[in-house]
Nanobody, 127 residues
Framework: QVQLVESGGGLVQAGGSLRLSCAVS????????MGWFRQAPGEEREFVAA????????NYADSVKGRFTISRDNGKNTVYLQMNSLKPEDTAVYYC????????????????????WGQGTQVTVSS
């Protein structure tokens, strides 16, 4: 059974930092590209960041570029999202996701391109 479990969310003041983690089990983690998405109340789920299998390639949404960093540790089956300089508009539930398509040529940015999802972790940024 595939499980993705996020942790590290919480309440932080604007300008602060948080580090999200997503532990994956039930799959060969190193064969999946991984992504982070977020969903604010009343909004659609949106792409935040993605990382290749070897961590040699990353992609970010323009809204987080330069502030967020995605990384992974294949030995620990875990993907991370370091979030710095947080803004109130970053408030959302953050989800990690796994893309199992071995032959995809680019990092996926659309929700339907991901096969497995975590339950989400709440991030709230106060002004």
């Amino acid at each position: 059974q595939v499980q993705l479990v996020e942790s590290g969310g919480g309440l932080v003041q604007a300008g602060g930092s948080l580090r999200l983690s997503c532990a994956v089990s039930g799959r060969t983690f190193a064969t999946d590209r991984m992504g982070w998405f977020r969903q604010a109340p009343g909004e659609e789920r949106e792409f935040v960041a993605a990382i290749s299998r070897s961590a040699g390639n990353t992609n970010y949404a323009d809204s987080v570029k330069g502030r967020f960093t995605i990384s992974r540790d294949n030995g620990k089956n875990t993907v991370y999202l370091q979030m710095n300089s947080l803004k109130p508009e970053d408030t959302a539930v953050y989800y990690c996701a796994a893309d199992k398509d071995f032959f995809r040529t680019a990092l996926a940015t659309l929700t339907y391109e991901y096969d497995y999802w975590g339950q989400g972790t709440q991030v709230t940024v106060s002004s």
